[in-house]
Every structure is written in C-alpha cells, then in structure tokens.
C-alpha cells in the first residue's frame, strides 16, 4: 500500500507523534482543538516538539480496534482488526447518504487486519467502505424507504472524480465491489454507479469495477454462498499483493500493497462487512502461502479469532451509523446461521427502525455540534495577539484574494393544472428582449411548477414523480437548444416542484446543494400545498430558491399568511440552516392572492388597460406594504395582465359559472443585497388556466481564492513575528494596533500597568504614612481626577478608640438577671383563654371568612383591600388602645411597609373558622429594651392558618426584633425563598 494507515489508529498517538502526520478526515475533534493547532504551528520548533512530548494534544478517532492473542507454534502472535470512520460527512443512517461536492462520501471507513508474529512478522492488509459516490438520498419513512437520486448525471460527474483521484492518490489502484441487488431503488443506483465509472477514461487505467448481487447469490444455498465472490477477485487481489515485513530478514523479504478493495451495499453495514471479513481471511492466506508459514496446526484458533474480531467490527460500526448491531453476525461469527440467528437479525432490524426514526435526529445533531456544522455555531477562539492582527490585516487586504463577479439568474413559476402538454416553451424561458444573443443568457434557470398532477387524494398521498421527470425533460430540451445546461437539483411535493439548471461551464462554482420539502395543507399533514427549496454556494456566495402553493380561496388571506410563516420557519436544511441565512433568496408559485374588486370592475379595468388601478386592491401587494407578511421581500412593479383564471387554450378570463376574479397569484419575489432585478412579465402559454411568470436578475457573486488567502495570510504573520519577537506569549501589546485591538479604546489594564499612567510608571505605589496615629483618610475621593481631590488631606489622625464594653468576665462587673417578659393586662389567664377572647371579639365585628367565600367570588391574594380587612383592623385596634407602639423599623426590601399595600389571603376551601387572633406587642421598659427581644405571644391555631408566615421571614423577625404593628392585619404573604 502507499500509504501506510498509523498502527497506532482507533488510538491517542503516542508523546513525540507529530501533528502532521495525523489525517484530519478521520480527527473527530479537530474542530475542538482548532485554534490549539493552530497555536502549536506557530511555535517554534523546539517549543513545538516540547508540547508534542507531553502528549498534550489528543486526538479522537471513531471506530473499532480489537485484538487477540493466539499460539503459532513456539511463537506467540496478535491478530488486530482496526476501523476508522471519517469525519468529513459524518451522519446517521438516513441523515448521511451519497456523496458531497468535496468528493466525501457517507460511512467512509478504512479497515486493516494486522497479524504479527513474534514481534518480528507483520502482516497488514487495507480495505474500504462508503456510500455510493452519487447524489443520493433516502426518505426516513415508517412504512417505505424510497431512494431519490438528487443530482443529475453530469452536475455528479465533478464529485465523483474528486473521490476517485483522491483515493487513487493515497492507496494506488481502485477496485469496487458493488453489493447493490436488482430491486426497485438499488437498481437505480447501480445504473448510475457503473455510468460514472464508464463515463470517465480518465480514470479507466487505476479504476476496476465488479457488481455481485449479495442476495441473489446467497438466497438459495444461505450466506455460505457468498464464498463466490472469491474467485472473481483472486486475480485483482494477487496484483494488489498485501503488506508484509520481517525484521530478521529486512527489506529482502518485505511487500507492499499497492492497490485497495472499496466495498458497498446500500448502508455499506451488513453484506459490505461479511465480504471484507472474506476478502481479509483469503488476503492473510495468500501472507502464509508467500511465507511458507505453515498454519494446519493452529489454523482453527486463528480463523476462529479472525471471525469473531470482524463480527465485533461490524457491530461496532452498524452501531454508529444505524443505531445497532450489525444484521448476519451470527454467520460470520460462527460459520453458520440458523433459526436463532434469523430471530436476532428481524430484532435489530425492528430496532433500526426505532432508532432511525425516532432517535437519529438527536444523534445527527450531536455530530453536527461536535464538528462545528451547526449555522452560527462559533468557535472558541485562542487570542493571539500576533494572529488577531494578522487576521484583521487579511480582512484589511481581501482584495488582494478575492473577486467578484457578476451572475444572471432566470426565475419562472407555472402553474399547469395538471396538463402534460407539448406546447413549446420558448416564449417563456427565452423572452426576446433579454435573451437576444448567447451571451445574455442566464448562468442559473429556476423554474417552479405548481399541480404538477391533479391534486385528487390518491395523488396527495402517493404523487407520481413521472410527471416531474416528464416537466424537467421538456425544459433541459428547451435550455439546450441555445447552451449547454445540467439539471443541478430538482425536487418535489405532491403537485409542487423546483428545478435548478445551470450553465455545464458554471458548474464547477457550484457546491453544498441540498433540498427541503415542507407541507402546509390540512395543518401540515398534507401535501396539496406546501413548498420546495434548494440551498447552494455559488463560489462563495449562498442562495435558496423556493417555490411555494400557498392556500387559495378569495378570502383566506389568513391561511396564506400562516402558510408562508410555516414555510420560511419550517423549511430548513441540514446543519440548522434556514432561508434567512442565505445571502440571496428569490421565492416563487402560486401564491393564490386575489384582487379585492368586484369582478365586473377588474374586467373593466382590465379592458381599458389600468393596471395599476387593479394593482392597488391586490392583496399580496397590501399585506407587504403592512409588514404583515414576507418583510424584507421586493417585487418588481407589475405591468402585465392578471395570470388567473384563464378558460384553457383561450385568452379569456374564466367564463364558469364561478366567474372568479381575475388576479396576479403567480408571483415571484427577491431578497438580498446583491440582488438587482431587471424584468418582470407573464408568457403567452396558454394550455394551462394560469399563465407562466419570468423575472430575471443580477446577482454579485464573491469568489475567495484559499491557497492566495493562506498564502498571504502566512506572509504577514512571519512578518509580524520577525517585528515583535519570535514568541506568541511575551509580545507588548503596546507594540499592537491598539484601534483594531481593542476598538478605539486604550489597550486593557493590569496590576502593573494602568491606561491613565503614563510613561511606564507602575500602578503600585508606596506610601509615606506621617505617623502612627495617622491613617489613610476614608472620605477622600477614589478618582484621581476629581477636583476636590487636591485639597483633601490622604491621611487623617486616628480617631478616639470607643469605650470598652464591660463583660461579666471583668473585675468588679454585676452579672444581669434576663428580663422575663410580662403579659399585658389584657392578656392575662391562660394563653388559650386570652386569645378565645380575642378571637370571639374579633368574630363578632367581622365577617366570617366562610360566608364570604360563600356569597363572593374568591379574593386574589394580590388584592390590596377588602371589607373584612377593614373589619379586622378596626378590632384590632380596639382591642389595645393603651399598648405602648414601639417606633417601627424602616422596611426591608421587599416587605410590606403600609397597610394599603397588604394583600387579602384567598379563603381556604376548609372549613376555616373567620376568627383571627391578633398578635399584639407588649408594652416594653427600658430595661426591656436592653434585653433580648421579647417572643410574640401564643397564636390560635385557625390565626396559624389564616396568617401562615414562611419560616424565612419568621427567622428574620425574631432575629431583628421587628414585629408586626398592632394595628395591621398580621397575615403576611410567603416571602420568595432560593
């Protein structure tokens, strides 16, 4: 092999392995520990080998590694099995399928079986798996999952040499095992596959392709028959040879593999992990013949623990794709499969179901944060005085990197009421006042069709996608006739659907294409209307185009509105991103806003040729100019006739019996900066009872040059460095642009160094005290600056200590007796009795809470007053006219420091006597006064639960003496606790 996978995969390198050697596609945290590279790279190389002996910087790799150990004669040997699973379009079973325009492709993973023997024999052999390099995609649905190719052939054609040549570049030649079988979907994809591989003599020379059907070999004679495939690749596996060197004997007796096996089913799981698990025994067979390694003795052990190493390694990678185990590993765990084996398999695959359906989503999400993919997601950043300026230098000179270029874009919606119809289209894909000559013609053609097929419910629930196919033939014939044009993506739902052609020349400035469905009708379960999007990178620049069917219906002006909220909220891709993120958004149909004039007025209006007085009562036109739906959207003046409802084939407005009113539902609309449109007008289609819309525009496209980018940004950082020192930590930050540092202000202070010192000065002064009784004066001002400052003395004498408080512990002090508390008069007797007292004087002068609950509706707790309050407070203060108030305590934040301000309880739902004992503060001495505060006097039980305190609140008054005044209700509201 070329390049040799580390020995150390699955596994931290160990202390002095280099960073650069390390593949960043298989560097599962490389997002994390970004900017901690970045920073190793810029070290110098003796700070830089330092960190990488520490063993500082770990990388995370996915996938299995085992090994076990066996007897080979007097010899002991380990047989290792190890996988790694690329990062680059990492995903779920049904989030992650095909390939990317980078040439990635899903369920990426490099396989090596390594045997060594004794320490001195090594064996290693390579294989790969992946995703068919097409685009593709699954639907994730319960009952079916229908594969859709989402690209055509030729936009595929970039991405699939790109993966090709880089595989060529690392492991020589390329030889594919197709699993794929001749059922519905599979079959599609095969086509596909063995057209891109015919299609390119480039890459014929390096390039083998073979297709075995795994389950039509093995349906009659079980997975045993699977061992057929062997001889197909016997010879393709002796030229590739395998990895091989003994240490006794040196280069002499060494080999390398030049040449790899790449391997796929659908999921690239089950069937793909059973053939590589042959592939890898024949492979360490033909190691032992080359070597004359006699293996009869031990060959059960070895074979044994080969198979169950590889059963482990199918279950740990279905694990991390599907969710898993892996289907057929009692086969290849043991040789043979029977009634128990079939029984494990449909449970894992019920599980499968589960789990893709209701679990990967969150799965998916997982991967996308760890990797950086989320829209918005930003990094955390290590600040690097030297890098921060590099980068606002290169932000500074982007001109010296980038360009920009202008692109023209079509934009047409129809709306073809179900006809199939070989009407040319000329008129309306190539109006004559834009396209006069090949070099006006558009880079990009979007094209949206509403009632593809007629919106019946069996259409709603099972749409025919031959229709769409019939509709994206018609165009590309049309396009073609005056450039060459590539479909780029096209999608559908139900009745609506987008097509996406571009010019073959543009098509290399195209990348990250990706498609969204969303339903609208009865409530989003229903695809007669909803929308259609496409999101892209032209160079560097984002677009989503959106064709939508909003609801129709005169008057359901509402349900349109709501229709474009679910849409522009709804339709997103993946990695989060929705139609507000992209730079330009151009969104067409039909979106079935009518006019609001009586019909014999527009058609009037109509004949006399006032448009614009028909254009004032249109209600799209109205919503926008509220605010109330598609903000931030332009539309272009509208100059032509009303496009709905034409009688078919005719020019004349609907004649039925519902005679509707003519109206612009057709219409498209623009968002963006860099977006100019130029025209706007209807087609003379006239098969339809809609007429098609054309706009065209000028979109300015940014091109970013990376290698000149990086190259630029590497000269200016090695010039700062060689300016300011060759270190990343000890540079003067006064050295700095302090404007771009920190925005305008002074660079940051610190213990040394203050903004408002000047001249090098240190923040820390020493300060002459003028005596011992001096101290530092506490009413001088903190700012230096302040004018009064300068007549202030800094010292002030010390102030008279206080007098010493005796305490029982001194000479001659006479300990105090506690002050017990005394009951007032009023309350003399028993504790019970005294407050039966108050509590049947209080009851007669009040209303009883349960009469009130059950003439009144229920008091808020938050009511500030109420007649029973009222009842309460007059008895209370009539019950103590000659106690002595203390002067009250100024309120606590948050408490309650008037009567209005109290709040009434709610009645309980109990039955609750209205009696309400009013707790009432004796009179106290002064001697009382200079003892501990006195406890409140006992409470009622029905005062316990008409006036329920928190026990914080509770701890508190006892804790700083206050009390409620007499006079006051003494229920207070539960006090906010953490």
Not at 299 to 324: C, F, K, P, R
Not at 699 to 707: C, E, F, L, P, T
Request: with cysteine.
């Amino acid at each position: 092999m070329k390049q040799r996978s580390n020995k150390n995969s699955g596994q931290t390198p160990k202390a002095g392995a280099k960073m650069q050697t390390i593949d960043e596609s298989f560097m599962w945290n490389s997002y994390m520990i970004d900017e901690l590279t970045k920073f190793r790279n810029r070290l110098p190389q003796d700070q830089m080998e330092a960190l990488d002996k520490q063993g500082f910087l770990t990388t995370v790799i996915r996938g299995f590694a085992g090994t076990r150990k066996l007897r080979m004669g007097d010899r002991q040997a380990r047989l290792t099995v190890i996988s790694r699973q690329s990062c680059r379009r990492a995903g779920t079973r049904y989030n992650a399928r095909g390939i990317d325009d980078d040439g990635n492709v899903a369920n990426f993973v490099e396989t090596e079986t390594i045997l060594d023997i004794g320490g001195n024999h090594i064996f290693g052999y390579t294989q790969l798996r992946g995703s068919v390099p097409i685009f593709w995609e699954q639907d994730n649905n319960l009952l079916s999952a229908k594969v859709n190719i989402t690209r055509s052939f030729e936009a595929t054609q970039p991405a699939f040499r790109r993966h090709f040549e880089a595989l060529m570049s690392r492991f020589g030649s390329v030889h594919i095992i197709n699993l794929l079988s001749e059922k519905s979907g599979e079959i599609d994809l095969t086509e596909r596959y063995e057209r891109h591989v015919q299609s390119n003599p480039s890459l014929a020379t390096n390039l083998g392709y073979m297709a075995f059907d795994f389950h039509k070999e093995v349906a009659s004679g079980g997975y045993a028959n699977a061992t057929r495939i062997l001889p197909r690749l016997q010879d393709t596996m002796i030229d590739f040879g395998f990895y091989s060197y003994n240490s006794a004997t040196g280069e002499e007796d060494s080999t390398e593999q030049i040449g790899i096996f790449r391997t796929n089913c659908l999921d690239c799981l089950d069937r793909t992990n059973m053939i590589q698990q042959l592939v890898s025994r024949d492979a360490l067979e033909l190691f032992l013949e080359y070597h004359d390694i006699n293996a009869v003795n031990y060959a059960h052990e070895l074979w044994t623990h080969h198979n169950v190493l590889w059963a482990d390694n199918g279950d740990q990678l279905s694990q991390i794709y599907a969710g898993t185990n892996a289907l057929k590993t009692s086969f290849t765990r043991s040789g043979r499969s029977g009634l128990s084996g079939a029984l494990a398999d449909v449970t894992k695959s019920v599980g499968r179901l589960y789990v893709n359906n209701f679990v990967d989503k969150s799965r998916q999400n997982t991967m996308d944060v760890l990797l950086g993919r989320i829209e918005g997601q930003v990094q955390v950043i290590l600040h690097d005085p030297i890098y921060d300026y590099v980068n606002a230098e290169v932000s500074r000179r982007k001109n010296e990197y980038s360009s920009s270029r202008d692109i023209k874009i079509f934009a047409g919606t129809f709306n073809i009421n179900g006809k199939m119809a070989d009407e040319d289209l000329s008129s309306w894909l190539f109006p004559e006042s834009e396209t006069r000559t090949k070099d006006d013609l558009p880079d990009l053609y979007l094209i949206g069709f509403q009632e593809l097929v007629e919106l019946t419910p069996g259409q709603i629930l099972n749409a025919d996608a031959g229709k769409k196919e019939f509709w994206a033939n018609r165009v590309s014939r049309c396009l073609n006739t005056r450039d060459r044009y590539v479909l780029l993506r096209s999608g559908q739902l139900v009745g609506t659907a987008l097509m996406v052609f571009v010019k073959e020349t543009e098509i290399f400035f195209v990348k990250n294409v990706e498609g969204a469905t969303k339903k609208t009708g009865l409530g989003g379960m229903a695809g007669n209307k909803g929308g259609v999007a496409v999101s892209f990178l032209f160079a560097n620049t984002s677009f989503c185009f959106i064709t939508a069917h909003l609801a129709a219906g005169a008057n359901n002006i509402d349900e349109r509105h709501q229709d474009y909220k679910t849409l522009s909220t709804g339709l997103q891709f993946s990695r989060g991103r929705k139609i507000k993120d992209h730079d330009t958004v151009i969104w067409l149909g039909d979106f079935n806003y009518r006019v609001n004039l009586p019909n014999e007025r527009v058609r009037g209006l109509i004949e006399r040729g006032h448009i614009r007085a028909i254009f004032e009562y249109d209600q799209l036109n109205n919503q926008m100019i509220k605010g109330e739906t598609f903000p931030y959207y332009n539309e272009m003046e509208i100059n032509f006739m009303p496009t709905y409802k034409f009688d078919n084939g005719t020019d004349i407005y609907d004649s039925s019996e519902k005679a509707r009113v003519p109206s612009w539902t057709d219409r498209i609309l623009s968002r963006g900066t860099n977006i100019r449109q130029l025209s706007y007008n209807s087609a003379p289609v006239m098969f339809s009872d809609h007429r098609p819309v054309y706009a065209t525009f000028t979109a300015q496209v940014i091109i970013i040059d990376d290698d000149a980018k990086q190259k630029l940004s590497n000269q200016i950082y090695q010039k700062r460095r060689d300016e300011v020192g060759d270190t990343n930590i000890l540079v003067n930050i006064l050295d700095l642009n302090e404007n771009m540092l920190t925005h305008g202000l002074p660079p940051p202070s610190t213990d040394s160094k203050k903004w408002w010192i000047a001249g090098g000065q240190h923040a820390k002064v020493d300060l002459a005290v003028p005596s011992k009784n001096h101290v530092i004066n506490p009413y001088k001002p903190a700012n230096p600056f302040d004018q009064q400052n300068s007549s202030i003395p800094d010292f002030i004498e010390r102030p008279p200590a206080l007098p010493k408080r005796p305490t029982p512990s001194d000479a001659g002090a006479v300990k105090r007796k506690p002050v017990i508390p005394q009951k007032p008069d009023h309350l003399s007797g028993s504790p019970l009795k005294a407050t039966q007292t108050a509590t049947s004087s209080i009851g007669s002068a009040s209303t009883s809470t349960s009469s009130l609950a059950s003439t009144a509706p229920s008091i808020s707790p938050t009511t500030n007053s109420d007649n029973s309050t009222n009842a309460v407070n007059q008895t209370a203060r009539s019950l103590a006219p000659a106690v002595t108030q203390p002067p009250l305590l100024p309120p606590r934040p948050g408490s309650i420091s008037s009567e209005s301000s109290l709040p009434v309880p709610r009645p309980s739902s109990a039955s609750v006597s209205s009696d309400r004992s009013i707790p009432l503060r004796p009179s106290s001495t002064t001697s009382d006064r200079l003892a501990a505060p006195a406890p409140p006097p006992p409470r009622s039980r029905t005062a316990s639960l008409a006036s329920t305190k928190s026990n914080a609140s509770s701890q508190q008054s006892l804790m700083d003496g206050s009390m409620p005044p007499a006079e006051v209700s003494t229920w207070t509201p539960l006090q906010p606790t953490n």
